[in-house]
């Protein structure tokens, strides 16, 4: 039933906004996927990203403009799945099908965002463990692409050492 209805209103909403499946994305996220993205950055980086305000939004701006650079690296049809995914679930009947939310996402508390996405990652439904997978995978790829945060990991670069040198 539930399955049933998530593909109902779906379908509804790309057959109603037929400009998300046929539009060109620009390089840049648009103001309402951002929001969207926005929301789930603390989620996915729970304990890593810093909790004083300021800091919080100056990492988070960055990792926004690292994500940007990631996706134009990406193939054209992945870059296109995951701008989908930001702008449905930017709107109030997508986000409801996916998410089960009417409120923008920015409005859960970090303990419902949690919930969403570990509701995806088990959803029986493949589509809903893709978009948990590309979501946490871009953000975790930005985050740690920056040499700065490897010592979140405990990583260190190799030294590479050139005998007679």
Same mark, same amino acid.
């Given at each position: 039933?539930?399955?049933?209805?998530?593909?109902?209103?779906?379908?509804?909403?790309?057959?109603?906004?037929? &400009?998300?499946?046929?539009?060109?994305?620009?390089?840049?996220?648009?103001?309402?996927?951002?929001?969207? =993205?926005?929301?789930? =950055?603390?989620? !996915?980086?729970?304990?890593? !990203?810093?909790? /004083?305000?300021?800091?919080?939004?100056?990492?988070? &701006?960055?990792? !926004?403009?690292? !994500?940007? *650079?990631?996706? $134009?690296?990406?193939?054209?049809?992945?870059?296109?799945?995951?701008?989908?995914?930001?702008?449905?679930?930017?709107?109030? =009947?997508?986000?409801?099908?996916?998410?089960?939310?009417? /409120? /923008?996402? &920015?409005?859960?508390?970090?303990?419902?965002?949690?919930?969403?996405?570990?509701?995806?990652?088990?959803?029986?439904? &493949? =589509? *809903?463990?893709?978009?948990?997978?590309?979501?946490?995978?871009?953000?975790?790829?930005?985050?740690?692409?920056?040499?700065?945060?490897?010592?979140?990991?405990?990583? /260190? $670069?190799?030294?590479?050492?050139?005998?007679?040198?």
């Amino acid at each position: 039933m539930l399955g049933t209805g998530t593909v109902v209103a779906f379908g509804s909403v790309l057959y109603f906004d037929r &400009d998300l499946v046929t539009r060109r994305h620009a390089e840049l996220l648009d103001p309402y996927q951002e929001t969207a =993205l926005r929301a789930f =950055l603390p989620v !996915i980086l729970n304990g890593v !990203i810093s909790r /004083q305000t300021d800091q919080r939004a100056e990492q988070m &701006d960055h990792l !926004i403009r690292q !994500i940007e *650079l990631a996706l $134009k690296y990406l193939p054209e049809f992945s870059r296109d799945q995951f701008f989908e995914l930001l702008s449905l679930l930017s709107r109030r =009947l997508s986000r409801w099908a996916l998410a089960g939310q009417w /409120q /923008q996402l &920015d409005q859960l508390t970090m303990a419902q965002r949690m919930t969403l996405l570990q509701e995806w990652r088990h959803s029986f439904l &493949d =589509l *809903l463990q893709q978009a948990y997978q590309g979501l946490r995978e871009i953000v975790l790829a930005a985050w740690y692409g920056e040499p700065s945060h490897w010592s979140y990991l405990n990583y /260190q $670069k190799p030294s590479w050492v050139v005998p007679g040198r």
